[in-house]
Nanobody, 123 residues
Framework: QVQLVESGGGLVQAGDSLRLSCAAS????????MAWFRQAPGKEREFVGR????????YYADSVKGRFTIPTNNAKNTVYLQMNSLEPGGTAVYYC????????????????WGQGIQVAVSS
């Protein structure tokens, strides 16, 4: 079993930056995929980006490419979502997720989820 604990989030202004953290524990496999999703009010859960653990191979949704990155800290078993140039459309609950090596942009391909963190972007 894997547990994911998110931290960070809050209210920021458009153009600001924010970093979310996702600490993983209790992993039962050595190779897996970590990803971030977000869900705005009334919308479906949307893929944001993913990385392989370990090994990298980052992949980002077109909507955030060039603005968001997913740094990792192997020693802390933690992944981050670094969000730059935030837009009002980024207002959502953000979730980290973990899945097997074949996990991709499909929300159903992930086995474990963080509790969700609210990010609000004002203009």
């Amino acid at each position: 079993q894997v547990q994911l604990v998110e931290s960070g989030g809050g209210l920021v202004q458009a153009g600001d930056s924010l970093r979310l953290s996702c600490a993983a524990s209790g992993r039962s496999f050595s190779r897996y995929v970590m990803a971030w999703f977000r869900q705005a009010p009334g919308k479906e859960r949307e893929f944001v980006g993913r990385v392989s653990w370990p090994g990298g191979s980052p992949y980002y949704a077109d909507s955030v490419k060039g603005r968001f990155t997913i740094p990792t800290n192997n020693a802390k078993n933690t992944v981050y979502l670094q969000m730059n140039s935030l837009e009002p459309g980024g207002t959502a609950v953000y979730y980290c997720a973990a899945g097997g090596v074949s996990a991709n942009c499909n929300v159903n391909s992930y086995d474990y989820w963080g509790q969700g963190i609210q990010v609000a972007v004002s203009s």
